[in-house]
T-cell receptor, first 115, second 110 residues
Framework: EPEVTQTPSHQVTQMGQEVILRCVPI?????FYWYRQILGQKVEFLVS????????KSEIFDDQFSVERPDGSNFTLKIRSTKLEDSAMYFC?????????????FGPGTRLTVL | QKEVEQNSGPLSVPEGAIASLNCTYS??????FFWYRQYSGKSPELIMS????GDKEDGRFTAQLNKASQYVSLLIRDSQPSDSATYLC??????????FGTGTSLTVIP
């Protein structure tokens, strides 16, 4: 089964610094998502990206956040001026078009720790 | 605000028993429903999807959907210790936006 990959697996940063989280989704599809999960809490939708544009974003996804597709295969989530409350697991997800377009398969996640 | 509610548990069942996990959702227009399993420190893993009222079986797992009651459940038959995890209910609303419940922690006792 195709996999979603994410790097790094763990990122430690100082408050106020910028971080970039990377993801390589399942290939040959257009939808892509970022989620976060604060320790002990539920998975929260951040943003969906379709055909190189933001499709939907939640109220969490404010001006501190941005997403890009710097090349044909990688997606990035940039968090500017990180805050302590940004500490969480960040997951990217994409459908597997071989199964259906509305399922979502998650990458292994990046654990972000803001000190 | 679209809500997905689950009992947080913990739910404990003996090995070999049936585990029953429940979920309710607030958006009556939702059409797609999913169950994920999440082991501690890992990412959610898709177990099943269900789109129509009734039951859908996949191995030891059965998902049940009742759109009129806005209720979706997951039954795990012949529970195994390896099934011990947190089970997440996810509901799709709007343009493919997933809403997750807080999850139910399941422990299968050998």
């Amino acid at each position: 089964e195709p996999e979603v990959t994410q790097t790094p697996s763990h990122q430690v940063t100082q408050m106020g610094q910028e971080v970039i989280l990377r993801c390589v989704p399942i290939s040959n599809h257009l939808y892509f998502y970022w989620y976060r999960q604060i320790l002990g809490q539920k998975v929260e939708f951040l943003v969906s990206f379709y055909n190189n544009e933001i499709s939907e974003k939640s109220e969490i996804f404010d001006d501190q956040f941005s997403v890009e597709r710097p090349d044909g295969s990688n997606f990035t989530l940039k968090i500017r001026s990180t805050k302590l409350e940004d500490s969480a697991m960040y997951f990217c997800a994409s459908p597997n078009p071989a199964v259906s377009t509305d399922t979502q398969y998650f990458g292994p996640g990046t654990r972000l720790t803001v000190l | 605000q679209k809500e997905v509610e689950q009992n947080s548990g913990p739910l404990s069942v003996p090995e070999g028993a049936i585990a029953s996990l429940n979920c309710t959702y607030s958006d009556r227009g939702s059409q797609s429903f999913f169950w994920y399993r999440q082991y501690s420190g890992k990412s959610p893993e898709l177990i099943m999807s269900i789109y129509s009222n009734g039951d859908k079986e996949d191995g030891r797992f059965t998902a049940q959907l009742n759109k009129a009651s806005q209720y979706v459940s997951l039954l795990i038959r012949d529970s195994q210790p390896s099934d011990s995890a947190t089970y997440l209910c996810a509901v799709v609303s709007g343009a493919n936006q997933f809403y997750f419940g807080t999850g139910t922690s399941l422990t299968v006792i050998p």
